[in-house]
């Protein structure tokens, strides 16, 4: 049974950094397509993007580019959220989800990993 | 893109069927059979119930049901149940390796 177990919590102050982890377990990590979905307090789901696990090549979905990196490493089978420059409304819990190569779907989602962002 | 319009909230009794709409445009629902159904309870991960438009996930019930029709897809659930109460998203390809959500309806069981 394929799981995937996020990083915890963090609080963060303005202007700092943090990087959010996933790690995959039970299955082929270099065949996933990994994304990433934000929520923030009290609203619904955001698509940021998502990453070729097999070539590491991401894709960012508008209003995530410059700021956000995707990254992944096969030998621990784990992706990889990176937040730069951060804001008091990159507060959210980040969701990484596995999409289903055959039905398109985020099948496999991981617990979020809350961000809060405050001086 | 911008996020696929879903109602804010729906309600319905016990017994009852209710449905969610999720409208987009012709570069996301419109155009392709990729729409999926996500149930979300408090404090909880989003669920996979419905993919491609209509199809359940093995584990799902089945009175959980999709369809669409042009750029308007919709989630129906029959014989509702307390354990229903919850929040559901639509979410559809959008071409371009992107996709979108819905904005989510929170569903009340009366």
């Known amino acids: 049974q394929v799981q995937l177990v996020q990083s915890g919590s963090e609080l963060k102050k303005p202007g700092a950094s943090v990087k959010v982890s996933c790690k995959a377990s039970g299955d082929t990590f270099s065949s996933y397509a990994m994304n990433w979905v934000r929520q923030a307090p009290g609203q619904g789901l955001e698509w940021m993007g998502w990453?070729?696990?097999?070539?590491?090549?991401?894709t960012y979905g508008q209003g995530f580019t410059g700021r956000f990196v995707f990254f992944s490493d096969t030998s621990v089978s784990t992706a990889y959220l990176q937040i730069s420059s951060l804001k008091a409304e990159d507060t959210a819990v980040y969701y990484c989800?596995?999409?289903?190569?055959?039905?398109?779907?985020?099948?496999?989602w991981g617990q979020g990993t809350m961000v809060t962002v405050s001086s | 893109q911008s996020a696929l319009t879903q109602p804010a909230s729906v309600s319905g009794s016990p017994g009852q069927s209710i449905s969610i709409s999720c409208t987009g445009t012709s570069s996301d629902v419109g155009s392709y059979n990729l729409v999926s159904w996500y149930q979300q309870h408090p404090g909880k991960a989003p669920k996979l119930m419905i993919h491609?438009?209509?199809k359940r996930p093995s584990g799902v019930s089945n009175r959980f049901s999709g369809s669409k029709s042009g750029k308007t897809a919709s989630l129906t659930i029959s014989g509702l149940q307390a354990e229903d109460e919850a929040d559901y998203y639509c979410c559809s390809y959008a071409g371009g390796s992107s996709w979108v959500f819905g904005g989510g309806t929170k569903l009340t069981v009366l």
């Open positions: 491609e438009g209509s």
């Open positions: 990453i070729n696990t097999k070539t590491g090549n991401p």
């Open positions: 989800a596995s999409r289903d190569s055959e039905t398109d779907a985020f099948d496999i």
